[in-house]
């Protein structure tokens, strides 16, 4: 998943296809515009003609930031034709609260960001996207920044 530029969708074991109604996007609203590849997510919606549910898990506001609003705002515009709904979930541990929405509202795929990282940054940071992909009961799709 990491090594390539293509979208990349992980598949549990034992899930069996069925009709896409609602897709998740993982978000955190950090450098939205240059990290978002907005023509990918809007196909793929528009293609399964599905629900677009932004999911962002913070814990007391611990990753909220003074642009946090504003990258909120500009993630709205970028996907407005789409008419995402937003979800905001308190849950400390962020794969936790993905997985635990995404099964508990019925979401058939999850799609997350790899973010690129800096070689002494990579070797100290927990990937989101590897932890959903090895450990998430619903398919998880990669599509790069």
């Not at 070797?123 to 959903?132: G, T, V, Y």
Request: hydrophobic share 40%; glycine share 4%.
């Amino acid at each position: 998943m990491k090594h390539l530029d293509v979208p990349v969708m992980v598949i549990p074991p034992g899930v069996r296809y069925k009709p896409v109604h609602k897709i998740g996007l993982a978000c955190d609203f950090k450098n939205v515009v240059a990290a978002t590849p907005e023509k990918e997510i809007k196909s793929i919606v528009k293609e399964f003609n599905a629900a677009l549910h932004v999911l962002n898990v913070d814990y007391h506001n611990q990753h909220f930031e003074g642009n946090t609003p504003e990258e909120s705002f500009l993630l709205h515009n970028m996907l407005a034709e789409v008419k995402p709904s937003y979800h905001f979930i308190e849950k400390e541990n962020v794969e936790e609260g993905i997985k635990e929405f995404a099964e508990t509202n019925n979401i058939d795929f999850i799609i997350v960001i790899p973010k690129k990282h800096q070689f002494l940054e990579g070797l100290f940071h927990k990937s989101l996207s590897k932890e959903l992909a090895f450990h998430s009961h619903v398919p998880v799709m990669a599509i790069h920044e």
